[in-house]
C-alpha cells in the first residue's frame, strides 16, 4: 500500500471509530431519557453523579482511568492509543448530548419503551462500528480481558461478575436500575454479535483491515 493509500486508510479508520463513539454515547442518553433503566456502568457513573456532583461524561472519563489502571495491575496490560480515544470522546459526547438537551422527556410508557429500544439498537451499532477499525477497545473491555487472562475465567463469568458489582454499587449510589437495565443485559450481546462482523465487513472490503484487536492480544 502506499504513503497515501495507508494515510487514506488510517484517517477512515479513525474516522469510524469517532463516528462509532458518538452514535453509542447518542444510544446510551436515548435509554437514559427513557428513564426505563440503564446498563450496569451508567447505573453506577449516574451514581456517581448524583452523590459527587460532577457530569455523567466526566464520570465515565474518571472511572475509565481508574480501570485502566487496575488492567494494568491485573495483568500488565498497557493501554494503547484508542483506549484513551475511546474514554476521551465518549464522555465527551455523552455530556454534550446531554447539554443540548434536544431529546425530549416522554410521559407514555409505550413511547418510552421505543426509545429505549431505539437507544439499545443505536448503541449495539455504534460498538460494532467503533470496534471494526480495530483501533483498541475500551477501559471496560480490556479490564474484563485482563481478568479473564488472570483468574482463567470465562469471559461471560468475567463479564457477569463485573457487571453485577458495578451495578449494586451503582445502585447504592442512588443510580437507576428498572427493567431497561435486565433488558440492555439480555439483548445487547446477541445484537453486538451481528453488528461487529458487518461493519468488520465494511471496513474490509472498502479499505483493507487488519487482524481484531482480541486476536493481536491472544
Known amino acids: 500500500m502506499s504513503g497515501r493509500g495507508f494515510n487514506r486508510s488510517i484517517t477512515v479508520r479513525y474516522l469510524m471509530f469517532v463516528l462509532g463513539l458518538f452514535v453509542g454515547a447518542f444510544g446510551t442518553v436515548l435509554a437514559i431519557k427513557a428513564n426505563l433503566g440503564v446498563a450496569p456502568w451508567e447505573t453506577f457513573h449516574i451514581g456517581?453523579?448524583?452523590?459527587?456532583g460532577l457530569?455523567?461524561?466526566?464520570?465515565?472519563?474518571?472511572?475509565g482511568v481508574v480501570v485502566i489502571f487496575?488492567?494494568?495491575?491485573?495483568?500488565?496490560m498497557k493501554p494503547n492509543f484508542g483506549m484513551f480515544l475511546n474514554m476521551i470522546c465518549f464522555g465527551v459526547f455523552l455530556d454534550?448530548?446531554?447539554?443540548?438537551?434536544?431529546?425530549?422527556?416522554?410521559?407514555?410508557?409505550?413511547?418510552?419503551?421505543l426509545m429505549?429500544?431505539?437507544?439499545?439498537?443505536?448503541?449495539?451499532?455504534?460498538?460494532?462500528?467503533?470496534?471494526?477499525?480495530?483501533?483498541g477497545a475500551g477501559p471496560r473491555d480490556s479490564f474484563m480481558l485482563a481478568m479473564n487472562e488472570r483468574l482463567g475465567w470465562?469471559?461471560?463469568?468475567?463479564?457477569?461478575?463485573?457487571?453485577v458489582t458495578v451495578l449494586l454499587a451503582?445502585?447504592?449510589?442512588?443510580?437507576?436500575?428498572?427493567?431497561?437495565?435486565?433488558?440492555?443485559?439480555?439483548?445487547t450481546g446477541p445484537m453486538i454479535q451481528r453488528t461487529i462482523p458487518f461493519?468488520?465487513?465494511?471496513m474490509k472490503k472498502q479499505y483493507g483491515l487488519p487482524e481484531p484487536i482480541e486476536r493481536q492480544a491472544s
Open 48 to 52: 456517581l453523579q448524583k452523590t459527587f
Open 55 to 63: 457530569t455523567i461524561g466526566l464520570w465515565s472519563q474518571i472511572v
Open 70 to 76: 487496575a488492567t494494568y495491575f491485573v495483568a500488565k
Open 96 to 113: 454534550l448530548i446531554l447539554w443540548l438537551d434536544f431529546i425530549p422527556e416522554l410521559q407514555s410508557i409505550w413511547a418510552r419503551l
Open 116 to 135: 429505549f429500544l431505539t437507544g439499545v439498537v443505536v448503541l449495539t451499532v455504534g460498538i460494532g462500528m467503533y470496534l471494526s477499525p480495530s483501533l
Open 154 to 163: 470465562s469471559i461471560q463469568r468475567v463479564r457477569l461478575i463485573i457487571e
Open 170 to 187: 451503582g445502585t447504592a449510589l442512588g443510580g437507576p436500575v428498572s427493567i431497561g437495565t435486565i433488558l440492555i443485559a439480555l439483548l
Open 199 to 202: 461493519w468488520r465487513q465494511v
